[in-house]
């Protein structure tokens, strides 16, 4: 075992005979959606710190392809860390972790597993159903609904039919201060994953979605604009 994955868990350590969970066998799954700098991350980050803290053995897992901010841990973009397992599938971490609980004398149990960036994970819905349905396991996930295009970004929705729960945050849209639901794509490139973060993304409400999605030209115009707009707007709120 790497020390990765033994800070990844909880030091309440279990050794028990089988694949059992913590909470009975009930498994949940929750999903966080959102647009870019939406703050998934922190609160996906907020909630497995919430379980860990009342014991339960955690564990977060992140695409090996974002690589932005640390390769062993889950950074959120206002840079609050928790280690993490960064694989290229979920399928090579149930394969880990099958391996872990048939070691005899050194058997943890997770309750909760943490997926960040869940987009990136072509087999996410096998592996929650799985863990939920199966192993007892508590999944709480975070990631893109949508890319830049606002079409369906991996897997990610199709695990909505399946979760207990689902939380759509919203961010700042970067050109009127506006609640953002999507993000905008600052460059030409059309590829589907291009891993970024300010340099290449932002997040911006309908209207300027649609604008600023005609082109980048347009919308650096509309940055300039939007940011002078969204001055005028806050100080008439501040008036207000
Ligand atoms: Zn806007």
Redesign the pocket.
């Known amino acids: 075992m790497s020390q990765l994955s033994l800070t990844a868990i909880n030091g309440s350590t279990n050794h028990r005979a089988g694949v059992v969970s913590n909470n009975g066998g009930v498994g949940e799954i929750h999903v966080i959606l959102g647009p870019m700098f939406a703050g998934k991350t922190t609160e996906l980050l907020r909630r497995i710190k919430s379980e860990k803290s009342i014991g339960r053995n955690v564990v977060m897992i992140k695409s090996s392809k974002d690589t932005r901010y640390a390769v062993d841990s889950v950074v959120s973009h206002d840079g609050v860390k928790f280690p993490c397992w960064a694989l290229p599938d979920l399928a090579c971490f149930r394969k880990k972790f099958g391996l872990m609980l048939m070691t005899r004398y050194c058997e943890i149990i997770l309750d909760v597993i943490g997926i960040d960036e869940a987009q990136f994970f072509d087999d996410l819905y096998e592996f929650c159903c799985n863990a939920a349905d199966n192993d007892g396991k508590t999944v709480i996930l975070a990631g893109l609904d949508g890319d830049y295009l606002r079409r369906s970004f991996g897997s990610v929705l199709d695990v909505v039919p399946l979760a207990d729960t689902v939380t759509k945050l919203t961010a700042r849209?970067?050109?009127?201060?506006?609640r953002?639901f999507f993000t905008l794509r600052k460059t030409e490139d059309t590829r589907t994953e291009l891993i970024g973060g300010a340099e290449a993304y932002m997040p911006?409400?309908?209207?300027?979605?649609v604008k600023g999605h005609t082109g980048i030209g347009v919308a650096k115009t509309l940055l300039e604009e939007?940011s002078k707009d969204y001055q005028e707007i806050s100080s008439v709120e501040a008036k207000a």
């Open positions: 849209c970067e050109f009127c201060g506006k953002a911006v409400c309908r209207q300027h979605y939007g």
